[in-house]
């Protein structure tokens, strides 16, 4: 199984790139140890799933072009001049029209009764004068009604324009949600297109799937306690927690601890003057990580829910060079019937280290001793003690700021980081290959 691509990345920036990786650190400077419980990991789909998911995801991608083609049509009968609603429109505007017009005649009807009736003299009859006024009565009435007519009619032409117009609105919108909707379908079959093809890659390289480990994000260690500065010649402690966030029982655990070191100018590996050593309550002698940086017998099994504490000690000799350094702490599990899975994440943590003041006292030549216990206070080592407690931040493999204005410093610390990648990378390529066998 093949490294991770985003660890791959940031492994590939910090080596050519260092400045990249101090510009991105700030964001890791949150102190706080991730408290959130841990999601499950879900199964990894087979290939013959994703073959159903993408003939699922084409059936609708075919049901919305079907749909968009339908919302097309629905737009062009609705600003059509034969649509129903746009003929009554035209109908109730029509009649509105007809009503002002009378309106209008009737109004000018009633001018000319009472021109006429104005018009009329001394001579004229009371005949006369009775029909003049009957007719201006008459038109006057006339001209209310008409009024009313035109009022109402008006009123019915502006809600039929709106009823109209809203059908238009409304088909445009049901034909936009149904654009959005083949361009989701589409993209949801893209995806589904991709992962299948994935899957298939990822078959032909790893036939079986068999020794491959999934990542467990329920898996989790946090590192509590590493001071952010150590001193050559002192033995700092610290611990790891290990959590089986998951709902199934691990039969296995594992942990990875490495150690990694630059000088201050960063070109400089200076990680062998640094060993860590592990104990924990049910074997209290420290005992030397194993080559491989593995701690295989410290915890075992976990049921879900369970925890366990792991001791670590870091020793510092008196002759290293005043430098940084990180940690890199990561688990995997192994179960009876052969599956088995890994952190996605280690937590990395920086400290700074600092040489000893004056000129170190050559250390005594040791005994030989089978023991694995790790060199005690007196022997060229001081304690130095858990220090302030510094929660480890996790990352995907990506550091902490340093806080430090130095540039130099900084720079320094963009190398180490491309060593501690580099060693990450190297861990994670090799416990991929061989999963919790390595």
């Not at 009503?99 to 006369?128: G, H």
């Not at 610290?238 to 966030?245: A, E, I, L, P």
Request: charged letters at 25%; glycine letters at 6%.
């Amino acid at each position: 199984m093949k490294i991770r691509r985003i660890l791959a990345t940031a492994v590939a920036v910090a080596v050519t790139t260092p400045a990249v990786a101090l510009s991105v650190t700030p964001a890791f400077a949150d102190t706080k140890p991730d408290t959130k419980p841990a999601a499950q990991t879900p199964a990894k789909p087979t290939v013959k799933e994703l073959e159903k998911a993408l003939a699922e995801a084409e059936k609708a991608h075919d049901a919305a072009v079907a749909a968009e083609r339908a919302a097309y049509e629905a737009v062009e009968a609705a600003v059509s001049d034969t649509a129903p609603l746009t003929v009554a429109a035209k109908a109730a505007r029509k009649a509105a029209d007809d009503a002002a017009a009378a309106k209008t005649a009737a109004d000018k009807a009633v001018t000319d009764a009472q021109t006429a009736l104005d018009a009329l003299t001394e001579e004229a009859t009371e005949a006369e004068r009775t029909a003049a006024e009957k007719a201006l009565a008459d038109a006057k009435t006339a001209a209310a009604t008409a009024a009313t007519t035109a009022t109402t009619t008006e009123a019915e032409a502006e809600a039929a324009d709106e009823l109209a117009d809203d059908a238009r609105v409304a088909a445009f919108k049901a034909l936009s949600k149904a654009q959005n909707a083949t361009k989701e379908a589409l993209a949801a079959v893209t995806a589904a297109e991709a992962a299948l093809e994935r899957a298939k890659k990822e078959e032909e390289e790893n036939p079986g799937g068999g020794d491959g480990c999934l990542d467990e994000p329920g898996l989790t260690t946090v590192v509590k306690g590493l001071p952010s500065k150590v001193t050559a010649g002192t033995a700092t402690t610290f611990s790891v927690r290990v959590t089986n966030g998951t709902d199934k029982h691990l039969d296995q655990v594992i942990t990875y601890a490495g150690v990694h070191a630059t000088d201050k100018s960063g070109a400089k590996d200076i990680a062998k003057y640094l060993k860590l050593t592990w104990s924990t309550a049910a074997s209290p002698k420290w005992q030397a990580v194993d080559g491989d940086h593995y701690i295989d017998d410290a915890i075992g099994a976990l049921k879900p829910g369970e925890k366990a504490d792991i001791k670590l000690r870091l020793d510092v000799d008196a002759k290293t060079p005043a430098g940084q350094g990180l940690t890199f702490i990561a688990g995997d599990y192994l179960n009876e019937d052969g599956t088995c899975g890994l952190t996605p994440d280690a937590a990395v943590n920086e400290f700074d280290i600092e040489a000893a003041a004056g000129k170190p006292t050559p250390k005594p030549t040791p005994k030989p001793s089978t023991s694995t216990t790790a060199p005690a206070a007196g022997n060229g080592v001081t304690p130095q003690g858990s220090g302030t407690s510094v929660p480890a931040t996790t990352t995907s493999s990506t550091l902490a700021a340093t806080g430090s204005s130095d540039a130099t410093t900084q720079l320094a610390l963009a190398s180490g980081a491309a060593v501690a990648l580099g060693a990450g990378a190297m861990f994670l390529v090799r416990r991929r290959k061989t999963g919790a066998d390595a």
